[in-house]
């Protein structure tokens, strides 16, 4: 019989069209649930069970992942989870206990310089171990800073995207596909990848591969970018998601629309792309500071 987190991610997959990323994360929380309350209650932890579950038993269970060392942003998201997978467990219908979240600071997305951007994609590169990874590494975070793509979205690409034209269809969360437009030098970047790939760039194969050929992990440009953002003196907070910050940020203070930046970033609501009005006002903000004299 199959457990009850599994069968949960099964549903966030298949019916929920969730990334596999949220599916690991939200099946892993449910484990973690199950587990505490197995100690907890002392007993096997049924679907009959979980749906008599008590605030006080949540508070105790968040209270456990506290002194794991978890922050309020992941307490926060882990009772987001546990909330998904009662909900999912539970009669339709069903009340879930009331318990508040832990109150999370919405950090603003600090974006770096087109100057620093391209640094960072140069030097990337330039430490890869074999000329084709050099290609792939430039290309790929050109894709995140010149196109606004997610990691996930990019290394998810597969050669039927061949040949390039001036626009790109991709794949985003919950499958929700958009047309994000490629600046030459990206198309040029890509195109310099695919002709020193060592493998062929079949239409259901991945476009990026690893260093074994197998589908490139988000991991392994991470990692790139820590090596590079370290050698440049730039913050730890220079991520590969910064890069597409970055691109959001730019836009937005050359003048796009709000409305046209959601659909290039692919967000599901206008709220989610309000952001970056804080990013931009923080931008001019530091700008201010540094320049001018009465500062």
Do not use: C
Request: without cysteine.
């Amino acid at each position: 019989m199959k457990s009850l987190p599994l069968l949960y991610a099964q549903h966030l997959a298949r019916d929920r069209r969730r990334s596999a990323h949220t599916v690991r994360a939200y099946e892993a929380t449910a484990v973690r649930l199950v587990a505490f309350l197995q100690g907890h209650w002392g007993g096997e932890v049924t679907r009959e069970a979980l749906a008599a579950i008590t605030a006080a038993d949540l508070r105790a269970f968040l209270a456990a992942r506290r002194n794991d060392g978890i922050g309020n942003a992941s307490a926060a998201r882990e009772l987001s989870a546990v909330r998904g997978f009662l909900k999912f467990v539970g009669e339709e219908g069903a009340e879930l206990p009331r318990l508040r979240g832990p109150r999370v600071k919405k950090g603003v997305p600090r974006p770096i310089a087109p100057h620093e951007a391209v640094a960072l994609a140069e030097l990337a590169s330039e430490e890869a171990s074999a000329p084709w990874i050099a290609a792939r590494d430039w290309a790929v975070l050109l894709l995140l800073y010149g196109a606004g793509l997610r990691i996930g979205e990019a290394v998810g690409l597969t050669g039927a995207v061949l040949p390039l034209g001036a626009t790109l269809r991709v794949t985003g969360k919950r499958g929700k596909t958009r047309i994000v437009p490629l600046l030459p030098q990206v198309r040029d970047a890509i195109e310099a990848y695919a002709r020193s790939n060592p493998w062929p760039a079949s239409a259901n194969a991945p476009l990026f591969r690893g260093a074994k050929g197998g589908p490139l992990p988000p991991g392994a440009i991470r990692k790139s970018v820590r090596s590079a953002r370290t050698a440049l003196g730039l913050s730890e907070r220079t991520t590969p998601h910064a890069l597409r910050h970055s691109f959001a940020t730019h836009l937005l203070g050359r003048g796009a629309d709000l409305r046209a930046l959601q659909e290039l970033l692919g967000h599901a609501s206008l709220s989610s792309t309000q952001i970056y009005t804080a990013v931009d006002a923080a931008h001019l903000l530091d700008v201010y500071r540094n320049a001018h004299p009465r500062a």
